[in-house]
């Protein structure tokens, strides 16, 4: 009896010992997922922090100067700018590149509104705005990639009869709103002068 008593016993604690075995590596199991949970999430959370960092650095940094609008009229008798705007813009200090072909400009009255884009060719009646170099050392700007550069310095086009609703006579009042893929958009109220004077170009903003 005592005999068996005893094997009983030693059989016991080897049941013990398995047992606690099982659990001793089902808690290393458990801990190896969790660390690699927290590894993956550490990691993917890393990613998205720089990518959004990224974001909002250009998101802040990015902006255009409007150095100059200008009415454009056929002659110096016109009583009206029948030729439209002409807007000289550069890139502010800092600013990553801009791409024209993302921006959209704005033009409205308590009429009347337009949304024009970019096009590398002159559509007549389209709603469409073009640009040509002034400044480009870089040589970055031309028609099919019109990107803008630190330095470089184009003339926006928007012809007449692309915002045909609103008449650019004297003592006009409009808006013009440049909204920009990256950035704050940068508005412009305008009041056309008491006159036009002789001059072909009339100088609106500044």
Same mark, same amino acid.
């Given at each position: ?67 100059? !609008?200008?009415?454009?009229?056929? +002659?110096?008798? /016109?009583? #009206? ?7 000289? =813009? @550069? ?42 170099? !002034?400044?480009?050392?870089?040589? +970055?700007?031309? /028609?099919? #990639? ?7 310095? =184009? @003339? ?51």
């Amino acid at each position: 009896m005592k005999a068996n008593r005893k094997f009983l016993m030693d059989n016991e604690r080897g049941d013990i010992g398995v047992g606690t075995l099982i659990i001793f590596i089902a808690m290393v199991l458990v801990a190896a997922v969790a660390a690699t949970v927290l590894i993956y999430t550490t990691g993917a959370l890393q990613q998205k922090a720089s990518k959004t960092s990224k974001e909002a650095t250009q998101q802040i940094s990015t902006n255009i100067i409007v150095e100059q !609008v200008l009415g454009n009229r056929s +002659s110096s008798a /016109s009583a #009206t700018l029948d030729q439209g705007l002409i807007i000289r =813009v @550069k890139p502010d200090v800092g600013t990553t590149s801009i791409d024209l072909r993302q921006m959209i400009i704005t033009v409205w009255d308590k009429d009347s509104q337009y949304d024009l884009n970019y096009s590398d060719i002159d559509i007549v009646d389209s709603a469409t705005f073009t640009a040509t170099v !002034v400044r480009d050392e870089d040589h +970055s700007f031309n /028609s099919s #990639t019109p990107v803008l550069n630190s330095g470089d310095l =184009v @003339k926006i086009n928007i012809p007449a009869d692309r915002i045909s609703g609103i008449q650019l006579a004297t003592r006009k009042t409009f808006w013009v709103t440049l909204n920009l893929e990256l950035g704050s958009p940068v508005n412009l109220e305008i009041t056309t002068p008491n006159s036009f004077g002789v001059n072909r170009y009339v100088m609106l903003y500044p």
